[in-house]
């Protein structure tokens, strides 16, 4: 298979190198596609007016529903935090490997959950552990969206922004929980033990049980559609091209053969990885996700604490700015809006996708994986994008860098030198004003997130494809194929089109998986019971 994944590169060298050279393929269809791609990004992202701001009808639906979760769950992405960490640690794993036989009229299982009447329980099911699913799911999240998503919030919304951003990862935590939950509860296992599941099952089986067998397998379908197509997309040729981009503006390289050439070392990279499936993937994220997570969070850390006599007047900055913001920034409303949206792109709460790593866990109690799984907003959202905004607010008040409210098309003008400067260029210029020559570190770890994100979309487009055309192994090498081929076309085009095609149909698995989710919400909350009590947790 390898060898088949080499000759399909090498056979787009002369054919991508001559695209080069003309108009270029990607204008081409980057052209061609853009009226039906804003058709479809006008209907996924139709807007409604909140106050002064236009606000994606998706993005209500998301907040809603994650709302709902949480008080439906009573508050369960808080109150069981502390149980989602020790289960990432292994502190619970015995009980997947011990069954509690109780006998009429003996509550066997004591105080601290251990059990006097216990057997052995072989063959628990599943390919990765429960830190290697959480990171495998965090790696399709982590990126550019906590870097260079939230300065142009910021930008846009004023530090106040940073309050909602928080709310709201706070309450996609509830939406993760149960969708991952679902996610373990209805999966399927393939006779060479390999693990199938996500929205795509959960859709088809939950809502069969529910009586509602065609609607299921319709939401199913549709998922599973866009599930492909945003991993082709926005899970794949974004993230490389914006690596592409970062690697060719720290080394000052112009030309187009450069992205190309890079674009091939990317596709090498990544095939090795997803060669080997979910286990392979899940034994590299464990490793990359942690590294990126501590180089970042504890570079913004060191710049937080160079500045120290500034955190007070951040801080104040940002309270003021969340409930007294300028009209300027749209008031209130308008700044909370603009934190929600992009805690909401961000974490992908409530989307879906998710599930598809989780589902793989070795567990046979669903909820234990749904409670881990809440931990990823808390970690892309309540931590990772706090710290960018962070050090953005307290660098702009201490050397004005930029003012609040002054974007144009997701550029930020800068005072000194009236120069627009995108997301990423506006995170690493604060960065770089603490920490001298960052921008290094910075490329590295946009390459990294790229890297890992290109990894675990792989594998939810891949579910998503077995599930339309079947799991035999000519359909799994295809799909590997493609994906490693719109590597290649990511690092060497120029393809927003497309790429703003796919971040709406990524948007687009919102609506079934929503729907799946609430009518679902009583089977999570039987599964959060059932673990409770497999563990001995006092509610």
């Known amino acids: ?242 690596a592409t981009a970062q690697f060719k503006s720290l080394f000052d390289l112009n030309s187009a053969s450069a992205g190309f050439f890079f674009g091939i070392f990317m596709a090498l990279v990544v095939g090795a990885v997803i060669i080997g499936g979910i286990k392979r993937i899940g034994r590299v994220t464990e490793k990359v996700v942690p590294f990126m997570g501590i180089i970042y969070v504890g570079a913004a850390l060191v710049i937080i604490g160079l500045n120290y006599s500034y955190i007070g007047g951040a801080f104040t900055e940002i309270w003021n700015g969340a409930f007294n913001a300028s009209a300027a920034l749209g008031g209130m409303i308008g700044v909370m809006i603009v934190g929600f949206q992009r805690a909401a792109f961000s974490n992908e709460a409530g989307v879906g996708s998710a599930s598809i790593a989780h589902a793989a866990v070795k567990t046979r109690f669903p909820a234990s994986e749904g409670i881990v799984a809440s931990i990823g907003p808390f970690v892309d959202t309540v931590i990772i994008c706090t710290m960018t905004a962070l050090v953005i607010v307290i660098m702009n008040f201490k050397d004005n860098l930029f003012e609040y409210g002054n974007v144009v098309e997701k550029e930020v003008l800068l005072n000194a030198s009236q120069t627009r400067i995108g997301g990423v260029d506006l995170t690493s210029l604060a960065f770089e004003s603490a920490i001298p020559h960052f921008s290094v570190v910075l490329t590295i770890a946009v390459i990294l997130f790229a890297f890992s994100t290109m990894l675990s979309w792989s594998y939810y487009g891949l579910q998503g494809w077995k599930y339309l055309f079947g799991r035999s192994k000519k359909m799994d090498t295809a799909y590997k194929v493609l994906f490693l081929i719109f590597v290649v076309i990511g690092s060497s085009a120029s393809l927003g089109s497309v790429t703003d095609f796919s971040d709406a149909m990524i948007f687009a698995m919102v609506f079934p998986n929503v729907i799946g989710l609430i009518i679902l919400s009583p089977k999570v909350k039987d599964e959060i019971n059932r673990y409770l009590k497999a563990i001995g947790h006092k509610k």
């Open 1 to 242: 298979m390898k060898r088949k994944l080499l000759a399909a590169l090498l056979f787009l060298t002369p054919i991508l190198t001559f695209a080069q050279e003309e108009k270029g393929i990607d204008q081409l269809i980057d052209e061609g596609f853009k009226p039906f791609s804003d058709f479809i990004s006008g209907i996924v992202f139709f807007s409604v007016k909140i106050g002064p701001k236009d606000v994606p009808v998706v993005i209500i639906i998301l907040l809603l529903g994650a709302l709902f979760f949480t008080l439906y769950n009573k508050f369960a992405n808080f109150r069981l935090l502390g149980v989602g960490l020790r289960a990432v640690r292994g502190d619970y794993d015995h009980i997947d490997h011990h069954v509690a036989e109780t006998m009429a009229g003996d509550s066997t299982p004591n105080d601290d959950g251990d059990s006097f009447e216990t057997f052995q329980k072989e063959g628990v099911v599943g390919e990765v552990t429960h830190f290697q699913a959480l990171t495998a799911a965090l790696s399709a999240t982590v990126g550019l969206g906590n870097i260079a998503g939230v300065a142009v919030a910021i930008a846009i919304g004023g530090p106040g922004a940073t309050i909602w951003m928080i709310l709201a990862g706070l309450l996609g935590m509830s939406s993760k929980l149960v969708e991952a939950t679902l996610g373990v509860k209805y999966r399927e296992v393939g006779e060479d033990g390999k693990i199938y599941g996500g929205p795509m099952y959960y859709l088809t089986k939950g809502l069969k049980e529910k009586g509602m067998e065609g609607l299921g397998k319709a939401l199913a379908v549709f998922f599973a559609i866009m599930v492909v197509g945003g991993s082709f997309g926005g899970g794949n040729m974004f993230q490389a091209n914006q």
